[in-house]
């Protein structure tokens, strides 16, 4: 069975940080691209940032340079570090996993996680 979990959400003030954590069981982590998504309601899920499995990175504009991803493969767990959060930042943040094997997608979801960003 299949589970991405997030953790490392929660209330915090404009400026300050978070560290979100997905852990994954149930896949070859190694060979998954991996996530990092948002979701206000009424509006669509958003990619925050991703990485490879080459390392590469990609983020959003709104997150270049106050996020960072990283991924730590022996412990199956994507992170996502937020620097200083604004009050914009406030979603539920899911991560994903994904990849594609003989032209079939396989792509999983964490539950997310609540980010409040409040005075």
């Known amino acids: 069975q299949v589970q991405l979990v997030e953790s490392g959400g929660g209330l915090v003030q404009p400026g300050g940080s978070l560290r979100l954590s997905c852990a994954a069981s149930?896949?070859?982590?190694?060979?998954?691209?991996t996530g990092w998504y948002r979701q206000t309601p009424g509006k669509q899920r958003e990619l925050v940032a991703g990485i490879s499995v080459s390392g590469s990175t990609n983020y959003a504009d709104s997150a270049k340079g106050r996020f960072t991803i990283s991924r730590d493969n022996a412990k199956k767990t994507v992170y996502l570090q937020m620097n200083s959060l604004k009050p914009e930042d406030t979603a539920v943040y899911y991560c994903?996993?994904?990849?594609?094997?003989?032209?079939?997608?396989?792509?999983?979801w964490g539950q997310g996680t609540q980010v409040t960003v409040s005075s």
């Open positions: 149930g896949i070859m982590f190694t060979f998954y691209d």
């Open positions: 994903n996993a994904i990849r594609t094997v003989n032209l079939r997608e396989y792509s999983y």
